[in-house]
Structures are given as C-alpha cells and as structure tokens.
C-alpha cells in the first residue's frame, strides 16, 4: 500500500518542482498567489475555528465514560439496520494503518501547495489550510462531544474492555478521520486546480487524493471505530469545507481575470411600460 502510495506523489512532486523552476516562463502559472486574503475575514475564520476547538475541549474534559453495566446491556439490535454491522468489526491494525492513509492526504496537500512557496504572499495556501483544518476539527469535535454516540466496537465482545471504558468510546459520531482526510484530499484537489488550471494531472490529483481519503474512511469502518453514518457524514462536512475556504478566497473576476464583479441599476420605460433595469456582470 505504501510503495503504491509513493509511487503516485512521485510524478505530482516532479509537476510541481516543474512548475515552480519554470513559473517565469509558463504564463499559466500566476506569479503570485489566485486568492485574496482580507484581514477580517481571516481573523473571524481562525477565531471560529479556536472557539469550536476551544469548546469542544472544555465540553469534552466533563464526558463521563460508560460504566461495565452500561456496556453489558448494549444491544446492537438497537442500532439502525445500514449501520449495525459496523458492530461486528474489531481490528486495532487497520486503525493504526487507517492514521498513515490519513496523513497521507495531509502529504498531498503540502505537495500541492510546494510550489505556491515561492510566490511574495507564501503563506497564503498555509494560511487557507488552516483554516479549513481549525475549522473541520473543531466541528467535528464539538458534535462528537455533545452527541456522545457510542463507537461500534463497544458492543463486540472481541475487543478489550479497556477500551470500551476509555471516554473516547463515546465519540463516535461523526468521524474526525473521514472528515480531516476528505478535506484535505478536496483541499489539495481544488487548490492544485486553481493554481494549474490546465494541468492534466488534474484528475489523477482527484482520483489520488480521494482514493486515499475514501481508503481511510474504510480503515475506520473495518477498525470497528466507526458506522457508516459517521463516515458518510465526517466525509460531507470535510469535502464542503476543503472546498469551500479556497472557493471564499477566491477574487470576484471573470474567467480572463480583467474584469471584476460589478452591478448597475437605472430607470427604464418604453412609453407603455416602466420599471427599474438591473445588470449583474459576474
């Protein structure tokens, strides 16, 4: 799986070396950075992101962890049918394994952004990943520590009660490693995109970084950490948000980059009819 997973960040590591040493002469690559960053803005996004961080660990300190009766009357009858299976699984390898594929998708979004580190503003796609990560973590930790959902593999026998006693065990929902990996894996996607607008490794980014994302997401599934509700949900919310900061950074132009975003209004009548003309010009 590693030696897989080398193999295909070596050619988008050779694109972006390529990139950067021939920025000056490739006029599709922008000499400085294609987002715009405004100073209130970036302070509310990292001020909202520490404050869900900040509270979900001042909620998450009072967690109470399930007690040996508590444990010994959970039923997985009880839980909806598409993600009662999840209950059978048990595997503390591919959750050791499942921490590697994630930091993976955390590689490519350093790969992706390598080139970007020559530019005047280069702490601008750092910058933009913070955000979305402050943002992804503190979120997803503030439900877990307000929903308290039980992990699936408290209700296999198979698995220690050591674990089953740890207050992690009742963090389920949704999953912190779908979601940080799928908004890394979009993160990178889109940023590579912006930057390499004609790039034809533009899919094999996508298909990569997803691939390692969704492969994570699997891992957790198999390591009995999660239901495939967790999942599904933890990969929306990291997907939206890896696409969305970028996107919000993004200048308000057309597709030439020399005209940006206005609107117009002025009275209108043809001697029958009157009324108000708006013009949007995006």
């Known amino acids: 799986m590693y030696r897989i997973c080398l193999l295909w960040l070596f050619p988008l590591w050779l694109h972006a070396q390529s990139a950067s040493t021939n920025s000056n002469r490739d006029n599709r690559w922008p000499t400085d950075s294609v987002y715009e960053l405004r100073t209130g803005r970036e302070i509310g996004l990292l001020a909202l992101g520490g404050a869900l961080n900040g509270g979900a660990y001042l909620i998450g300190r009072g967690v109470i962890p399930l007690a040996s009766v508590d444990i010994d009357q959970l039923n997985p009858g009880s839980i909806n049918a598409f993600d009662r299976r999840a209950t059978r699984n048990w595997s503390p390898g591919a959750a050791r394994i499942s921490d590697f594929t994630l930091l993976g998708t955390v590689a490519v979004v350093g790969l992706t952004g390598l080139p970007t580190l020559r530019q005047k503003k280069w702490f601008t796609v750092p910058l933009l990943y913070a955000e979305t990560m402050l943002l992804t973590v503190g979120l997803q930790d503030m439900v877990k520590v307000t929903t308290l959902r039980t992990r699936p593999f408290v209700y296999n026998a198979d698995a220690p009660l050591a674990d089953k006693l740890d207050p992690d065990a009742r963090r389920s929902f949704f999953s912190g490693h779908a979601a940080v990996s799928f908004g890394s894996a979009v993160f990178a996607s889109t940023v590579f995109g912006h930057y390499f607008p004609v790039s034809r490794l533009k899919p094999v980014v996508w298909a990569g970084s997803l691939g390692l994302a969704g492969t994570t997401a699997y891992l957790r599934y198999r390591a009995g950490k999660h239901y495939p509700t967790d999942l599904l949900v ?31 209004a002025a009275p209108w009548s043809n001697g029958v009819a009157s009324g108000v003309h708006v013009e949007v010009v995006l």
Do not use: D, I
């Open 234 to 264: 933890g990969a929306a919310v990291g997907s939206t948000l890896g696409w969305l900061v970028p996107r919000l950074h993004q200048p308000r132009r057309k597709a030439s980059g020399l005209q940006t975003w206005r609107w117009a």
